[in-house]
């Protein structure tokens, strides 16, 4: 199994930054894409951003030119740098990753999630 473990959420006022990190652990295993999630209070989980292995990001409209996504391959660990904070961007963030992990005999493909972490955006 690989766990993906969020940090760095939090309460911020408006305008305000925050830097979320998650970071994959586990035995033989390699990350294809990665991404952040959210989910607000009665809302669905909505798509933030994402970005592939080989570095190529994409994000929702709400979130372009406020928000950043990186990710460190040597550290197994995907990063959301979010400036310019807004009310509306108050949920729970998750972030994602498509493993690939050796199960002996074979290598199976999944999707992992993190456990969340709160962004409250609030003067």
């Known amino acids: 199994q690989v766990q993906l473990v969020e940090s760095g959420g939090g309460l911020v006022q408006p305008g305000g930054s925050l830097r979320l990190s998650c970071a994959a652990s586990?035995?033989?295993?390699?990350?294809?894409?990665m991404g952040w999630y959210r989910q607000a209070p009665g809302k669905q989980r909505e798509v933030v951003a994402g970005?592939?292995?080989?570095?190529?990001?994409n994000y929702r409209d709400s979130v372009k030119g406020r928000f950043t996504i990186s990710r460190d391959n040597a550290k197994n660990t995907v990063y959301l740098q979010m400036n310019s904070l807004k009310p509306e961007d108050t949920a729970v963030y998750y972030c994602?990753?498509?493993?690939?992990?050796?199960?002996?005999?074979?290598?199976?493909?999944?999707?992992?999630w993190g456990q969340g972490t709160q962004v409250t955006v609030s003067s």
């Open positions: 586990g035995s033989s295993f390699s990350i294809n894409a």
């Open positions: 994602n990753a498509d493993i690939l992990q050796l199960q002996p005999p074979t290598w199976v493909r999944r999707i992992y």
């Open positions: 970005i592939t292995s080989g570095g190529s990001t």
